[in-house]
Protein backbone atom coordinates (compact mmCIF):
# COMPACT_ATOMS: atom_id res chain seq x y z
CA UNK A 1 0.00 0.00 0.00
CA UNK A 2 1.24 3.14 -0.99
CA UNK A 3 1.42 6.47 1.53
CA UNK A 4 0.01 9.65 0.14
CA UNK A 5 2.04 12.41 1.82
CA UNK A 6 -1.07 14.88 1.46
CA UNK A 7 -4.07 11.59 2.12
CA UNK A 8 -6.04 11.79 4.93
CA UNK A 9 -5.98 8.05 5.58
CA UNK A 10 -7.45 5.69 8.38
CA UNK A 11 -4.62 5.72 11.10
CA UNK A 12 -5.32 9.34 10.50
CA UNK A 13 -8.86 9.50 11.81
CA UNK A 14 -10.09 9.01 15.39
CA UNK A 15 -12.25 6.32 15.93
CA UNK A 16 -11.66 4.29 18.68
CA UNK A 17 -14.36 5.08 21.02
CA UNK A 18 -12.11 4.80 24.19
CA UNK A 19 -10.00 7.32 22.33
CA UNK A 20 -12.97 9.94 21.91
CA UNK A 21 -14.11 9.12 25.58
CA UNK A 22 -10.75 10.25 26.52
CA UNK A 23 -10.44 13.07 24.81
CA UNK A 24 -13.31 14.75 25.56
CA UNK A 25 -12.83 13.88 29.43
CA UNK A 26 -9.36 14.95 29.74
CA UNK A 27 -8.41 17.53 26.77
CA UNK A 28 -8.34 21.07 26.80
CA UNK A 29 -10.77 23.16 24.41
CA UNK A 30 -10.76 26.13 22.42
CA UNK A 31 -12.72 28.39 20.23
CA UNK A 32 -11.92 29.65 16.92
CA UNK A 33 -15.03 30.76 14.75
CA UNK A 34 -16.65 28.23 13.50
CA UNK A 35 -15.45 26.07 15.25
CA UNK A 36 -15.13 24.71 18.89
CA UNK A 37 -12.18 22.25 19.05
CA UNK A 38 -10.29 19.89 21.80
CA UNK A 39 -7.01 18.86 21.78
CA UNK A 40 -5.25 16.30 23.80
CA UNK A 41 -1.44 15.81 23.73
CA UNK A 42 0.71 13.14 25.30
CA UNK A 43 4.13 11.94 25.01
CA UNK A 44 4.70 9.13 22.52
CA UNK A 45 7.19 6.88 21.24
CA UNK A 46 5.49 6.96 17.75
CA UNK A 47 4.26 10.69 16.93
CA UNK A 48 0.44 10.46 15.24
CA UNK A 49 -1.61 12.81 14.90
CA UNK A 50 -5.21 11.90 14.65
CA UNK A 51 -8.14 14.15 13.88
CA UNK A 52 -12.43 13.48 14.52
CA UNK A 53 -14.79 16.01 12.15
CA UNK A 54 -18.10 16.38 13.41
CA UNK A 55 -21.00 18.54 12.45
CA UNK A 56 -23.79 18.38 14.56
CA UNK A 57 -27.10 17.24 13.30
CA UNK A 58 -28.48 19.85 15.97
CA UNK A 59 -27.16 22.29 13.89
CA UNK A 60 -27.99 21.51 10.08
CA UNK A 61 -30.79 18.81 9.94
CA UNK A 62 -30.07 17.98 5.77
CA UNK A 63 -27.47 14.81 5.73
CA UNK A 64 -26.16 17.13 2.41
CA UNK A 65 -25.55 20.25 4.17
CA UNK A 66 -23.54 18.10 6.86
CA UNK A 67 -21.77 16.33 4.65
CA UNK A 68 -21.00 19.42 2.83
CA UNK A 69 -19.38 20.99 5.72
CA UNK A 70 -17.53 17.46 7.16
CA UNK A 71 -15.96 17.07 3.04
CA UNK A 72 -15.00 20.76 3.76
CA UNK A 73 -13.07 20.41 6.80
CA UNK A 74 -11.30 17.42 6.05
CA UNK A 75 -9.85 19.13 2.64
CA UNK A 76 -8.75 22.01 4.60
CA UNK A 77 -7.32 19.70 7.24
CA UNK A 78 -5.99 17.19 4.48
CA UNK A 79 -3.99 20.56 3.05
CA UNK A 80 -3.00 22.08 5.92
CA UNK A 81 -1.28 19.26 8.14
CA UNK A 82 2.03 18.96 7.26
CA UNK A 83 3.17 21.86 9.60
CA UNK A 84 1.47 20.34 12.47
CA UNK A 85 3.11 16.57 11.52
CA UNK A 86 6.40 18.12 11.59
CA UNK A 87 6.30 19.40 14.87
CA UNK A 88 5.10 16.02 16.14
CA UNK A 89 7.64 14.06 14.83
CA UNK A 90 9.80 16.56 16.05
CA UNK A 91 8.30 16.90 19.88
CA UNK A 92 8.13 13.20 19.62
CA UNK A 93 4.30 13.74 20.79
CA UNK A 94 0.73 12.20 19.79
CA UNK A 95 -2.09 14.48 19.36
CA UNK A 96 -6.03 13.52 19.03
CA UNK A 97 -8.04 16.25 17.89
CA UNK A 98 -11.76 16.43 17.72
CA UNK A 99 -12.77 19.90 15.05
CA UNK A 100 -17.10 20.43 15.86
CA UNK A 101 -18.31 22.59 13.68
CA UNK A 102 -20.73 24.78 15.75
CA UNK A 103 -21.58 27.38 13.46
CA UNK A 104 -25.31 27.46 11.83
CA UNK A 105 -24.64 28.65 8.82
CA UNK A 106 -22.57 26.88 5.66
CA UNK A 107 -19.81 28.94 5.46
CA UNK A 108 -17.56 28.84 2.03
CA UNK A 109 -14.16 27.07 2.21
CA UNK A 110 -12.29 29.87 2.23
CA UNK A 111 -13.58 30.91 5.73
CA UNK A 112 -13.37 27.22 7.03
CA UNK A 113 -9.86 26.76 5.27
CA UNK A 114 -8.57 29.90 7.56
CA UNK A 115 -10.22 28.70 10.45
CA UNK A 116 -8.12 25.70 10.37
CA UNK A 117 -4.87 26.71 9.75
CA UNK A 118 -5.71 29.54 12.85
CA UNK A 119 -6.46 25.79 14.95
CA UNK A 120 -3.61 24.00 13.80
CA UNK A 121 -1.15 26.60 14.30
CA UNK A 122 -2.52 26.89 17.95
CA UNK A 123 -2.16 23.37 18.72
CA UNK A 124 1.45 23.48 17.21
CA UNK A 125 2.45 26.26 19.39
CA UNK A 126 0.93 23.79 22.41
CA UNK A 127 3.20 21.52 21.43
Sequence with gaps: MELKPNGLGKYERLS????????????????????RYTILIEESASPTVEV???VP???????NR??????RT???YRLNKGA????VAEQ???????????????LPYKTIENAVRRIISEVAERC
Design 16 to 35: SLTSVRRLFEDGTSGFVYPF
Design 52 to 54: LFS
Design 57 to 63: KRNHKRA
Design 66 to 71: RNLLRR
Design 74 to 76: KEA
Design 84 to 87: LSSV
Design 92 to 106: HKSIDMALVYSSKDV
